[in-house]
């Protein structure tokens, strides 16, 4: 069975490193960027199977990122799971607009076992 990959988008190098951490020890195999625009230019380059993305992050915000994505047709199907460190109401609008879009939503900081719970539940359908 191949391993599957994870890019997981986030502007936090310690949470990047946290995250690679858990992933990696989950048996995934872990792209990372720091910003929007590298994290679509991986993407674009890159067989991923799922993307962890960070709501908050400067030059493009992820919901920017996640409409990117999901403007390509090669892409629509591609599980995405929102990371914030906002609580769900402070961005009411947003996660309630872009809902359709996305598959799981996760405040930061997180407990390690929804992570691996979300993941692998996106992974799975």
Known sequence: MTRKRILMIEDDEEMIALGELILEKQGFGVLSATNGPAGLEILAREPVDLVLLDVMMDEMDGWQVLEQIRAQASRKDLPVIM???????????????????????????????????????????
């Open 83 to 125: 990371l914030t460190a906002r609580h769900y109401l402070e961005d009411q609008d947003e996660t309630e607009r872009y809902a359709h879009l996305y598959n799981g939503y996760i405040v930061k900081p997180f407990v390690v076992r929804e992570l691996i719970d979300q993941v692998n539940e996106a992974l799975s359908t």
